[in-house]
């Protein structure tokens, strides 16, 4: 199980970069599967909730290298 949070800044100028409502928050979790061990294949699902009720469903398949 992993559980993260971040925080991005949009805009056009320095000058912009003090207006809050271009500040995007986001938190998550995700939980992650040994699929196939000899391999190092890993099964990953995330869910994602961000500002304004933006929301994000992740599921990837991979090898670490």
Same mark, same amino acid.
């Given at each position: 199980?992993? *559980? +993260? ?7 056009? $100028?320095? !000058?912009?970069? !003090?207006? $809050? &409502?271009?500040?995007?928050?986001? %938190?998550?979790?995700?939980? !992650? +599967?040994?699929?196939?061990?000899? &391999?190092? %294949?890993?099964?990953? &699902? ?8 933006n929301? *994000? ?9």
């Open positions: 199980v992993t *559980a +993260y949070a971040g925080l991005a800044r949009l805009y056009d $100028s320095l !000058s912009d970069c !003090s207006r $809050s &409502a271009e500040l995007f928050p986001a %938190i998550g979790v995700g939980l !992650s +599967y040994l699929l196939r061990p000899q &391999a190092g %294949i890993i099964l990953r &699902a995330d869910i994602t909730q961000g500002k304004d009720d929301q *994000a469903f992740y599921l990837t398949l991979k090898n670490p290298f």
